[in-house]
């Protein structure tokens, strides 16, 4: 069965440390992999995108890796601000005519002053 | 700026009524949009797929004279949830592809429904 799971489920943070957020999974075949920002009552927003071939991906302090032999992504923030307090989704698609998107539960992050 | 505009951002109505939900793409025509929902502490569940000129394909579990779905043009999608009980109140949020780039999705901001 095509899962995708994250952690930790949540995380509490000070401003200005780093974090990593880690995602598992069980899709195949694998097409690429994606990590999403979503704000509270908002819709998600895409950070990065990898597929097979690559493994790391960064945009501004966000960096995402990859790992398809193990099926393991991590997505490491860096020098976090208050801003970035939202949950981080990670998404894989399945190689199919369909363009299946397998959602992770999320990882809901609480950066502090 | 937003690619996706999703219409309106928050509903509140009576149960028994019914609710049209709009997703339009804003800058590039999408053959395929996607329709999820979302609860509380919850990640995006998707319950259909929206095929231009075509029927759209449904998750199981999802109620298709439930929630009606038209996508009859390439840039407009609606999503219109009959007879909304209280259990229908959800974050709905709806996806375009663009099929310029590979396997993109561009998320709408969402439409809070509720139902009382």
């Known amino acids: 069965k095509n899962q995708v799971e994250q952690s930790p489920q949540s995380l509490i943070i000070l401003e200005g440390k780093n974090c990593t957020l880690q995602?598992?999974?069980?899709?195949?075949?694998?097409?690429?992999l994606r990590w999403y920002k979503q704000d509270t009552g908002r819709g998600p927003v895409s950070l990065t995108i990898?597929?097979?071939?690559?493994n790391t991906k960064s945009n501004g302090r966000y960096t995402a890796t990859l790992d398809a032999d193990t099926k393991q992504s991590s997505l490491h923030i860096t020098a976090s601000q208050l801003s970035d307090s939202a949950s981080y989704i990670c998404v894989v698609s399945a190689q199919s005519g369909t363009y299946k998107y397998i959602f992770g539960t999320g990882t809901r992050l609480k950066v502090l002053a | 700026g937003a690619v996706v505009s999703q219409h309106p951002s928050w509903v509140i109505c009576k149960s028994g009524t019914s609710v049209k939900i709009e997703c339009r793409s804003l800058d590039f025509q999408a053959t395929t949009m996607f329709w999820y929902r979302q609860f509380p502490k919850q990640s995006l569940m998707l319950m259909a797929t929206s095929n231009e000129g075509s029927k759209a394909t449904y998750e199981q579990g999802v109620e298709k004279d439930k929630f009606l779905i038209n996508h009859a043009s390439l840039t407009l999608s609606t999503l219109t949830v009959t007879s909304a009980h209280p259990e229908d109140s959800s974050f709905y949020i709806c996806?375009?592809?663009?099929?310029?780039?590979?396997?993109?999705?561009?998320f709408g901001d969402g439409t809070r429904l509720s139902i009382l």
């Open positions: 995602c598992n999974y069980t899709v195949s075949p694998f097409s690429n």
């Open positions: 996806s375009a592809r663009d099929p310029q780039l590979s396997q993109p999705q561009h």
């Open positions: 990898m597929t097979f071939s690559e």
